[in-house]
C-alpha cells in the first residue's frame, strides 16, 4: 500500500497519535477485489498519484485523497471546478457543472417556487444548462418548498457560509451528475406539496415532501461533500427507488435519529443493482442509527469515524451486501448497544446468509460487528470503490469532516 507520509516524522507523528487506544481489529489483511467496472483501479491510481504529488505545506498531506487533491491549491477559488476531478469512490463520475459557466447566488430570501427569481438558489439548479452554483456572501436560505435539483449540477458553498434550513430541503429526482459540496443542511422540515418548476419549461404537481436534507430518488452519478447534516425531520440523506454511482464522503452528521436510508423497501427489487461509497464521515455527537440502513444492493462504508450511536451503526435488510473497511466504531457506554450491526426484519436463519464482512476496522469500548455470509471475493468486487486507508488513520482523514470554514485567497 503506498504511504502518504514519506517523511518518518510526520508518520511517526501520527502514529503516536493513536497510542493509548485499546483496538480491536476484525481483521488484519486490507486487501479489496477489483472492480469489474475499473473503479478500483482508476482510484488507486488517484490515491498513488496524489502521494507522489509535491505538496506545498505538510499540512496538506493528510491521507485523504479527496482533499489531497484540492485543498493545497491557494487559488481553489478560481479554480473552483477543478474539485469535480477529485471524486472518488462510486460516485467519482458525478462532474456535476464542470463544464458550465459559474452561477452567483445572491438573494437567499425571496424562494418562489414556480416563478423562480434570478439570483436565488431555486432559480440556479432549475436551469437546463450545467451551473456550477456559488454563493456572493454567507447566507441563510430557508425553502418554501423542495428544492428540485436538474441534471449537470454543482452546490459549492466554499467561501461562504451557506446554510439551508428550516424549511423543505434538497431533493435529486431523476437527475444526473449531481454535487453538493460545503453545505449547512438542518432543520429540514416537511414541505406541503404542489407546483414545483424543475426546469425552465416545466412546473410539475408534487406531493409533499418527508423532511429529509437531502432525498435522492432515481438519481446517478451523485456526490456528497463536506456538508454539516443535522436534525431533520425525516433522514439526512435517503437513496431510493433506483439510484445508484453515489459517494457520500467528508460530512460531519450529528443530532439526528434515522441518519440514512439506501434502499426504498424490501420489496423494492429495482435497488438490487445499487452502489453507494460511504467514506471519510464523521458520525457524531446525538447520532442513534441508520448509519447507513441499506437495502438489496452494494455498499461500501470505509474510513469513517462513528463517534456516537445510541442504536447501532451499520444497518440493513433484504440482503444487502456491505463492506465495510478501515472504520473506527467507538460504542456507547451502554451494555445493550455495543454492536455496530443490525440485521432487520428477517430470522438468523436469513440473515446469516447476507454478505456483511469487516475488515481492518477498529473497535473500541466493547463494540463488535456481526460478521455474516460466506463472502466469495467476487460477491465482494461490486462492493469494492477504493483501497481503505489503515483505521488507525481515520482521525487525521476525518478531522475536517463538514462544512470547511474556506475563505477567498487563502488555502481551504
Avoid at 441508520?290 to 451503526?313: I, S
Avoid at 440482503?319 to 457506554?333: E, H, K, V
Avoid at 460487528?369 to 483501497?387: I, M
Wanted: charged share 20%; hydrophobic share 35%; aromatic share 8%.
Amino acid at each position: 500500500m503506498i504511504s502518504y507520509f514519506s517523511n518518518p516524522f510526520i508518520y511517526t507523528f501520527i502514529f503516536l497519535l493513536s497510542l493509548g487506544n485499546t483496538v480491536a481489529f476484525s481483521t488484519s489483511s486490507l486487501q479489496h477485489a477489483q472492480d469489474p467496472n475499473l473503479v478500483v483501479d482508476e482510484v488507486n491510481r488517484s490515491v498513488f498519484n496524489a502521494s507522489r504529488r509535491s505538496l506545498a505545506y505538510l499540512s496538506c498531506r493528510t491521507g485523504n485523497p479527496i482533499d489531497d487533491c484540492w485543498r493545497c491549491d491557494p487559488n481553489w477559488d478560481t479554480n473552483r471546478q477543478r474539485l469535480a476531478d477529485c471524486a472518488i469512490g462510486f460516485g467519482k463520475n458525478a462532474i456535476g457543472g464542470r463544464d458550465g459557466r459559474i452561477y452567483v447566488v445572491s438573494d437567499p430570501a425571496n424562494d418562489d417556487p414556480v416563478n423562480p427569481i434570478p439570483g436565488t438558489l431555486r432559480h440556479a439548479v432549475t436551469q437546463e444548462e450545467p451551473l456550477w452554483i456559488i454563493f456572493k456572501r454567507d447566507m441563510v436560505i430557508k425553502l418554501q418548498k423542495e428544492l428540485i435539483i436538474s441534471s449537470f449540477k454543482t452546490i459549492d458553498g466554499r467561501g461562504s457560509s451557506v446554510h439551508i434550513t428550516d424549511g423543505p430541503c434538497i431533493k435529486i429526482h431523476e437527475a444526473t451528475n449531481i454535487i453538493i459540496h460545503g453545505i449547512n443542511i438542518h432543520d429540514c422540515k416537511p414541505g406541503s406539496g404542489g407546483m414545483i418548476r424543475d426546469r425552465p419549461g416545466h412546473t410539475g404537481l408534487w406531493n409533499p415532501s418527508d423532511g429529509d436534507a437531502v432525498a435522492i430518488f432515481g438519481g446517478k452519478h451523485v456526490w456528497i461533500d463536506h456538508c454539516s447534516l443535522s436534525n431533520c425531520d425525516d433522514g439526512l440523506i435517503d437513496a431510493i427507488h433506483g439510484s445508484t454511482a453515489i459517494t457520500i464522503s467528508n460530512n460531519h452528521m450529528t443530532h439526528h435519529d434515522k441518519v440514512m436510508l439506501l434502499g426504498h423497501s424490501d420489496s423494492y427489487t429495482e435497488d438490487k443493482n445499487m452502489q453507494v461509497t460511504i467514506a471519510f464521515n464523521h458520525f457524531g455527537e446525538g447520532l442513534v442509527q441508520r448509519m447507513p440502513r441499506c437495502r438489496h444492493g452494494y455498499f461500501h462504508v470505509v474510513n469513517n469515524d462513528y463517534t456516537h450511536w445510541e442504536m447501532y451503526a451499520i444497518g440493513g435488510s433484504a440482503s444487502p451486501t456491505i463492506y465495510s473497511q478501515g472504520n473506527r466504531f467507538l460504542a456507547p457506554n451502554t451494555q445493550f448497544n455495543k454492536e455496530v450491526t443490525k440485521h432487520e426484519d428477517a430470522p438468523e436463519s436469513q440473515w446469516r446468509d447476507w454478505n456483511w464482512r469487516s475488515e481492518g476496522d477498529m473497535l473500541l469500548n466493547g463494540a463488535y460487528f456481526r460478521q455474516s455470509g460466506a463472502g466469495a471475493p467476487s460477491t465482494y468486487a461490486r462492493a469494492s470503490s477504493l483501497s481503505a486507508r489503515p483505521s488507525t488513520l481515520v482521525g487525521s482523514i476525518t478531522t475536517t469532516a463538514g462544512a470547511l470554514s474556506c475563505r477567498r485567497g487563502g488555502r481551504c
